[in-house]
Structures are given as structure tokens and as C-alpha cells.
Nanobody
């Protein structure tokens, strides 16, 4: 199993920046893909960004050019640098991973609130 713990959320004004972190533990050798999703109040959880073991990344159109996903494999940690934040980015952000066996794990989430 893989355990994921997010940190770095908070309250920021529109136009500001935050960096989220996701620390993985457990069977980290089995991790294939890591990513971020978010869920705003009253909305479904949505894809934000993804990073595979080969270094390939992909982003939701709504965050392209503003968010950057990265991984530090030595620390088993993934990051999401969020710049030019907008009120519509307000959500609970979840770290997620898929292992080589296709198992999916989620963190507990971290709240990001962007004030206008």
C-alpha cells in the first residue's frame, strides 16, 4: 500500500501563489503515476495535473501555464506550484497515485482558498 499526505494549502489572494506538497510512504517502489485532483464545493472531483515515472506531465486546460507539477523521487515527494491563482481555483486538492498493478490511492486533501 501507499500512503499519501498533502500539505501546503491555505488562504491566498487572487494573483498569489501556493506550493502544495504530497509525501508518499509505504510501497513507493510500486508507484507509476502521481497526480493532483481537486474538488470545489458542490462540484465533482476533477483532474488537475499528472506526472509519470518518465517525467511526462499533463495539465487540465484550466491550469495550464499557471500550475507546475514536479516530483523529487529521492524524497518520495510530489509538488504542485500554483501561480496566478484565481478564485475559481478554490477547492480541496487531493494527491493521488496509481501503482504498476493499477491500484489507486488518495491523500486526505488540503484546502486551497483564493479570495478575490
Amino acid at each position: 500500500q501507499v500512503q499519501l499526505v498533502e500539505s501546503g494549502g491555505g488562504l491566498v489572494q487572487a494573483g498569489g501563489s501556493l506550493r502544495l506538497s504530497c509525501a508518499a510512504s509505504g510501497s513507493t517502489f510500486s508507484i507509476n503515476v502521481m497526480g493532483w485532483s481537486r474538488q470545489a464545493p458542490g462540484k465533482q472531483r476533477e483532474f488537475v495535473a499528472i506526472h509519470n515515472n518518465g517525467g511526462l506531465t499533463n495539465y487540465a486546460d484550466s491550469v495550464k501555464g499557471r500550475f507546475t507539477i514536479s516530483r523529487d523521487n529521492a524524497k518520495n515527494t510530489m509538488y504542485l506550484q500554483m501561480n496566478s491563482l484565481k478564485p475559481e481555483d478554490t477547492a480541496v486538492y487531493y494527491c493521488t497515485t496509481t501503482t504498476r498493478l493499477g491500484e489507486r490511492y488518495w491523500g486526505q486533501g488540503t484546502q486551497v482558498t483564493v479570495s478575490s
